[in-house]
């Protein structure tokens, strides 16, 4: 049963907040951006309450293990974590353990990480190994690096045990934009049908040719759906970040498995901060000078005419231009400035972005429904011509140390403090409280359209 009776309902969704949209600053820029960011695709999902059960209950969690994670694409590693025929990777999600193998130049692997003697695991730690195969530390059985079982230690008692019945057990494994996906589903259909407008779009920011300059992965007090959500809307930018920007984001919804953000950097409107109570940001309206300093660019007067985001990210384009190594004359103000943000279902995010290249995972931690692992990664453009250098070792924190502790983060970390700091107290505010988590029409239509495909899985797969 919808809270919006009949009337409204026509209406619901279709408010915005007042001033310039997205694509109206877009096409004001002075390096306009290609196609797939002019668009705009939204459509109202319904207004019900999203039951906080969802976050706290262990039954809930055990459905998830059951039906979602079993079930859904999931990347694991970067191709450049296995460069060589017999690196593995080792991704854990929940119960499951998966090991993923480069056999050979052209193909990668994706095993249970499970013994098919008496199941013990293989390899015992998430993460990079090298072995040119792998065997079970238990009675010795062994394999190739593609699956293939050797011959067993006292073979003669298990003639039960021929002709690739004990192989280990392949998972579904395909790649996209660098990164390595497995589903554990023998019946999964091809990642493609997932991955929606995301080869297209991210066909003009090929994401493959990026590096991974930094990743962090942190635990965090609260349920994994929860900290996604705290990353999928700018809705909490004027509280959590006591920021005047984050209004007039726009909200897309691509299918069941795509959605995405665009929020402007470098320019706000005045106009829309009239809808938030308070004085903090009535004051008169920012200079495009004062813009520009927020930036932190302080030396550069602007000449009559320039603009905060044309000057930032020229400057961006000149200076990122040689640190890289990397020809970015063509990069559109938008992707070189913007916070553009792609959400994969059910726990990945990508960013197209030059300044704000970032890419998510979000997953429970074990069978923990308080915690979570949040994987985040920067990946830089690589030179043309250039092979990828070997990845950094994650950054690892636990749920009580600061991001700032991560040093390569820079002044991001502080930011990321902020962005995490509220997850205890709603973590332990879903288990006071009477009622659902209410959500925004537009801003925060990304969570519920997240939960309405949640509950496909949970329901009918
Ligand atoms: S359980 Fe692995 S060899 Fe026996
Ligand atoms: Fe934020």
């Not at 059960?53 to 969690?61: D, G, L, V």
């Not at 997850?423 to 209410?438: N, Y």
Request: glycine content about 6%; aromatic content about 10%; hydrophobic content about 35%.
């Amino acid at each position: 049963m919808s809270n919006t009776d009949n009337k409204t309902l026509k209406a619901a969704g279709l408010a915005r907040a007042s001033g310039p949209t997205i694509a109206d600053t877009l096409q004001a820029d002075g390096n306009p951006p290609p196609a797939p960011l002019l668009e705009s695709h939204y459509e109202f999902l319904g207004d019900n309450d999203i039951p906080t059960s969802r976050y706290t209950s262990a039954e809930f969690e055990q459905q998830e293990m059951q039906k979602l994670w079993p079930k859904a694409w999931q990347w694991a590693c970067r191709e450049e974590h296995i460069p060589d025929a017999g690196d593995s990777y080792v991704y854990d999600i929940g119960n499951y353990s998966i090991i993923i193998v480069r056999v050979d130049e052209h193909t990668i692997n994706a095993y249970l990480n499970s013994c098919t003697h008496r199941g013990t695991r293989l390899l015992a730690e998430e993460g990079s190994n090298y072995s040119p195969g792998f065997s079970c530390p238990f009675h010795g059985w062994s394999w190739q690096v593609d699956g293939t079982l050797n011959p067993l230690p006292g073979q003669w008692d298990f003639p039960h045990v021929a002709n690739g019945s004990h192989n280990l057990q392949a998972v579904k494994c395909e790649q996209w934009g660098g990164f390595v996906f497995f589903n554990i589903d023998p019946e999964a259909k091809p990642l493609a049908d997932y991955l929606d407008v995301l080869p297209e779009h991210f066909s003009h920011f090929p994401l493959d040719r990026r590096r991974i300059k930094v990743h962090v992965q942190k635990i965090l007090p609260a349920n994994w759906k929860a900290a996604q959500e705290a990353f999928m809307e700018a809705y909490h930018n004027f509280e959590t970040h006591d920021s005047p920007t984050g209004a007039n984001a726009q909200y897309d919804i691509f299918g069941k498995y795509v959605s995405r953000f665009i929020h402007n950097i470098g320019n706000y409107s005045p106009q829309s901060l009239s809808d938030y109570p308070g004085d903090k940001w009535r004051e008169p309206p920012l200079t495009e000078q004062q813009l520009l300093e927020m930036l932190a660019i302080e030396d550069r007067v602007l000449a009559e005419g320039e603009t905060a985001r044309s000057v930032a990210a020229q400057t961006m384009r000149d200076t990122m231009s040689s640190s890289l190594g990397v020809d970015l004359s063509t990069c559109s103000d938008s992707i070189m400035l913007d916070s553009i943000e792609y959400h994969l279902f059910p726990n990945m995010f990508f960013f197209p972005g030059i300044a704000i290249p970032m890419v998510y995972r979000f997953r429970p931690m074990g069978n923990d429904v308080d915690h979570c692992i949040f994987d985040m990664m920067i990946l830089e453009p690589l030179a043309e011509g250039a092979s990828h250098p070997e990845p950094p070792e994650p950054i690892k924190l636990s749920v009580e140390q600061s991001y700032t502790e991560a040093e390569a983060l820079g002044w991001l970390g502080s930011i990321y403090d902020e962005d995490t700091g509220n997850l205890q107290l709603q973590q332990q505010g879903f288990k006071t409280t009477r009622k659902g988590l209410t959500l925004g029409n537009y801003q925060e239509a990304r969570i519920r359209r997240v939960h309405l495909t949640l509950e496909e899985f949970l329901g009918s797969h």
